[in-house]
């Protein structure tokens, strides 16, 4: 499966932005989801994870969780990432990934697809 994030841009601190993730290739529904991101100067860290189908039993990084909101659309192949009360902290380039069941999603070597990442930059 292919993936293509997009939807980064500039936010002041309290603001909301949108992420979206293009997926083809192969059949979206069949794999997980998530979102990762990588901040300057840091590793890429899991932000968010959606199972696979009609993604019930998400999962968020305790610093986005109540904040971010993962999401999926499987008729069209795309995934979504709903982000509020944005911090300066957000500030990173963030990943949209895929892997198939039973992988650990909360590490980087659990996803077999990315995608080239789109920077989200968050004013204070």
């Known amino acids: 499966v292919q993936l293509q994030a997009f939807g980064g841009g500039v936010v002041p601190a309290g603001g909301s932005l949108s992420l979206s993730c293009a997926a083809s290739?192969?059949?979206?529904?069949?794999?997980?989801a998530g979102w990762f991101r990588r901040g300057p100067g840091k590793e890429r860290e899991f932000v968010a994870y959606i199972p696979w189908g009609f993604g019930g039993g998400t999962a968020y990084a305790d610093s986005v969780k109540g904040r971010f909101t993962i999401s999926r659309d499987n008729a069209k192949n795309t995934l979504h990432l709903q982000m509020n009360s944005l911090k300066p902290e957000d500030t990173a380039v963030h990943f949209c990934?895929?892997?198939?069941?039973?992988?650990?999603?909360?590490?980087?070597?659990?996803?077999?697809?990315w995608g080239q990442g789109t920077l989200v930059t968050v004013s204070s």
């Open positions: 290739g192969r059949a979206f529904r069949n794999y997980s």
């Open positions: 990934a895929a892997q198939t069941a039973g992988q650990n999603y909360r590490r980087p070597s659990g996803w077999g697809y």
